[in-house]
């Protein structure tokens, strides 16, 4: 029997069924007849779909071998969008379906967090704070506010 509760911590990355998951949530569960056992709510990190599974104590876990990098975001053309590795300095092309609605908070020259797995990117996490400026707004009525 091996020992998986070294992985079964939040945040960190394992494989299920051949594909990257991030663990969410853990809760360990010691029935009063029984084996022991671990919730845990994870997330696909190839289409963000989130599941609850239930890990058997002494059960195999596989790591998953995904790399976060630092990169400055550049440019947007048409639906591409670049990136700089701020170690290497090489240019990346990312796709706007990997970015989904993250699209939206990139400002060019922000560094952003992207996450490779196999080679391929698998996700883009833009800054936790965006500095934006409202260009037009409509005007306010008397009587509009909630």
Known sequence: MSDNSALLRNGNKILIEKQPYMILETEFVNPGKGQAFTRIKVRNLLSN????????????LDEADVINTKMQFLYKESNTYFFMNLESYEQIEVK???LNENAIWLVDGDECNVTTWNGSIIQVEPPKFVNLIVKSTVEAIKGDTV
């Open 49 to 60: 779909k989130v599941l609850e599974k239930t890990i058997k104590i002494g059960e195999n």
């Open 96 to 98: 706007s379906d990997i």
